[in-house]
């Protein structure tokens, strides 16, 4: 090969190393005992908007263009500020959305001690993947400095339902 397609070469395995992205994941699985309940106020035409629970299950996607110095993405283990977060917002609470008509019956029974109360900006397995997501994704730049962004949370209420939401 002369010099000027090893050049050529060079230039497209730099080309593509700038591309390549690593993933790495991390679930929280229904057995974590994210044992939480709540309503879709504006499903008013469905049993959704009565009070119900699932003990719910999180998948995130993280993705980076450079290894750590472990060669890691992100570290499996580095997540539990994250879980600790998960189990103060979902694990035995009520989520209400901050708009539900209700919000005061909900925020009553939490002043009696009967609910932990959690508002939302919404409800729903679309908007909880969201409201994580921002939480997360904010959390995962600071703490690797930019290097990894998050890419998808996936929330499921049980082995058949689920959303995702991501970010490009
Ligand atoms: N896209 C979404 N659809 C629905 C959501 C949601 O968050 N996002 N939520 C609900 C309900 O709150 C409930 O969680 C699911 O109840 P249901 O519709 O009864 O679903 P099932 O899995 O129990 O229904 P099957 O027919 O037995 O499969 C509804 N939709």
Redesign the pocket.
Known sequence: MDIASLAHEEANDQARTRRAVYRSTKTYDHNEGLSCCFR?WR?FE???HLI?G?ALAFRFVFATHELDERNWCMDFGGLKPIRAWLHDVFDHTLVVAKDDPHLADFEALALKGLASVRILPNV???ATAQYVFDYVAGYVSQDTAGRVWLESVEVS?HG??S?IYERP
Do not use: F
């Open positions: 879709q499903a469905s049993h959704c119900h699932y729903g397995c679309e209420e058949g339902n959303a």
